[in-house]
């Protein structure tokens, strides 16, 4: 294994990481700081709107930089700023820190994978970002149910704590193991034909939207559905970890054999599935006790497969239809967090408003909204879009 391609995929382990490591004491959290849970999951909306906003931006700003000296920085930064969320006095004040996070991993995502397509030869360059970008799979298997049980046993404030030492590890493995990376020379175009792509994005955004409204609220679900709180919650979200696996296996052969619209229908449907099994058992319809709990494991299994099933396949289809424009993937990586920040906004309305199980109810018309938007607008085959002026 690659050391250098390591270090970079311990980057965005530790940023995806660091984006729910407050999930599973979400609610103790929130009383503490003495704001409902719906407000508190506000939390992660700043986090992914900065991501969302000014990642493409920022990535353009720096594009002249030395990529290990601004993966550098921004892990630094993050470590530092995660640290004083720890600190934070009161909930205003830990919101703006997260808006801080969210900065820092705007620019550090796109960083790592630039630089990981930089440091291996062509041939090799795609199984490198997958690696890289597998770090956010780690994440839900190991360092969000780590944050979850150390949450639990310490204190929600022990979480950023754990935040700051992933992120500080990976900017010492940068620091120590990457060497410079020369950004990329300018591309020929710098447009891409929007049309034939938004369709596309409307597909991540909505699929997102629909997984993050119960991912981010998943202490109370799990609670409400299966009788599990505390260090408890922490062995579902490795379900999501578990999930997320099998979803990136599948998707990835589907992309290679050139999978369009008919398997993006059924993630949306296994989406539907998953949160249809969530209404059930936050509605207590099904025995309390271990009949609940497998349940609530197989509607966040579901879930999670079904979205990391469809991310290969969009992003095949982007990269086909944008003839490989990497503005069209950057733009794509922000709708994808655009779509996180709507799913904990609308989870957060309805916890507030209907309760636990409105929060699976709303996943679930999301989730409609996708299917019909998947089937009426996304062509069965994507011919490439002519290239934008330069």
């Known amino acids: 294994m690659n050391p250098r391609i390591l270090v970079l995929t311990l980057s965005t382990f530790a940023f995806g990481s660091t984006a729910f490591i407050f999930a599973g004491v979400l609610e103790t959290m929130a009383q503490d700081l003495g704001v409902a849970t719906a407000v508190a999951g506000q939390l992660q909306t700043s986090y992914v709107l900065v991501s969302a906003l000014l990642g493409p931006p920022l990535a353009w700003l720096l594009g002249k930089a030395d990529r290990k000296v601004v993966l550098a920085a921004a892990l630094g930064f993050g470590a530092?700023?995660?640290?004083?969320?720890?600190?934070?006095?009161?909930?205003?004040?830990?919101?703006?820190?997260?808006?801080?996070?969210g900065l820092a991993a705007a620019i550090a995502g796109p960083t790592a994978s630039v630089a990981a397509a930089a440091l291996v030869p062509p041939e090799r360059r795609g199984s490198a970002v997958a690696m890289v970008m597998g770090g956010m799979t780690m994440a839900f298997v190991i360092g969000i149910p780590l944050g979850s049980f150390v949450g639990a046993h310490f204190g929600w404030r022990?979480?950023?704590?754990?935040a700051g030492a992933l992120t500080a590890i990976a900017f010492a493995g940068v620091i120590t193991l990457m060497p410079s990376v020369r950004?990329?020379?300018?591309?020929?175009?710098?447009?891409i034909a929007l049309a034939p792509l938004l369709p596309l994005y409307a597909g991540g955004f909505l699929c997102f939207a629909a997984n993050m409204t119960v991912n981010l609220f998943i202490a109370p679900v799990v609670r409400v559905g299966a009788g599990v709180t505390g260090a408890g919650v922490g062995v579902f979200q490795m379900v999501i970890g578990l999930g997320s696996i099998v979803g990136l296996s599948l998707g990835g052969r589907a992309g290679d054999r050139g999978e369009g619209r008919e398997w993006l229908i059924t993630c949306f449907l296994g989406q539907l599935l998953a949160m249809?099994?969530?209404?059930?058992?936050t509605s207590h319809l099904t025995p309390p006790g271990?009949?609940?709990?497998?349940?609530?494991?197989?509607?966040?299994?579901?879930?999670?497969?079904?979205?990391?099933?469809?991310?290969?396949?969009?992003?095949?289809?982007?990269?086909q239809t944008s003839q490989g424009?990497?503005?069209?993937?950057?733009?794509?990586?922000?709708?994808?967090?655009?779509?996180?920040?709507?799913?904990s906004a609308v989870g957060g309305f309805a916890l507030a408003t209907v309760g636990v199980p409105g929060?699976?109810?709303?996943?679930?018309?999301?989730?409609?909204?996708?299917?019909?938007m998947t089937t009426l607008l996304i062509p069965r085959r994507t011919s490439p879009a002519p290239a934008g002026p330069p």
């Not at 950004?183 to 447009?191: I, K, L, M, T, Y």
């Open 80 to 101: 530092l700023a995660n640290l004083a969320c720890a600190m934070a006095p009161g909930f205003q004040s830990l919101l703006a820190l997260r808006t801080l996070v």
């Open 158 to 162: 022990s979480t950023f704590v754990l």
């Open 183 to 191: 950004p990329p020379p300018p591309s020929a175009g710098g447009r």
């Open 276 to 281: 249809s099994l969530h209404v059930a058992a």
């Open 290 to 319: 271990l009949p609940s709990q497998l349940m609530v494991a197989m509607a966040i299994f579901i879930a999670s497969t079904s979205l990391f099933s469809l991310m290969p396949v969009l992003s095949s289809r982007i990269i």
């Open 325 to 343: 424009a990497p503005l069209a993937m950057a733009v794509n990586g922000s709708v994808n967090s655009m779509g996180q920040a709507l799913g």
């Open 359 to 372: 929060i699976p109810l709303s996943a679930i018309g999301i989730s409609v909204a996708g299917l019909v």
